[in-house]
């Protein structure tokens, strides 16, 4: 589901698809509005750069390389007040010959519902950007089952200025 406050969202969405590799990414970008939505194209330019060099990387890994090139582009050298820029993300790295999937995620858990039960992967609890105790994100390797359901998702929907009045 992706309806967005405005024209623009800080909110983003991304699938990415080789041979035998699909990648999903949800993502919610600091910032509302143009800010938020500037966030967002870089986000998804980075991504296609990142994914489209290299079909064998890790799930972390592309959150590791994501975290670097954004600090770099925002000129983030290590200032406090550099902390507000950057992302929370889920990225799911499903390999379909193999039926394994990788999870890597700042701030933003993978939910699965097997056999009725809901588990929840958890995410590296530091974002995309500068943070301040930074440390590799963590690679979740999670066989997949018949029937088994996903779900990534931003805290768009409820983090909307105004959302308790939405209904």
Known sequence: V????????GDLYSIHQSENDIKIVAADCTG??????????????LLNEIVGG?????A?????SLREQIKKILN??????DLRYGM???????????????F???????YMIRDNELLEYKADRMPIGLYPKE???TNHHINIESNDVFYICSDGFEDQQGAENNG
Not at 34 to 45: D, E, F, K, N, Q
């Open 104 to 110: 890597a995620g700042a701030y933003n858990s993978l």
């Open 32 to 45: 509302h509005g143009v800010s938020g939505a500037l966030m967002s194209m870089l986000g998804v330019a």
């Open 54 to 58: 290299d079909h064998n990387l890790h």
């Open 60 to 64: 972390n890994q592309i959150l590791d």
């Open 2 to 9: 992706f309806k967005p406050k405005d024209i623009v969202s």
């Open 135 to 137: 440390k590799p994100f």
């Open 88 to 102: 929370d993300i889920s990225l799911c790295s499903l390999n379909i010959k193999d039926r394994i999937m990788q």
């Open 76 to 81: 983030q050298p290590g200032r406090v007040m």
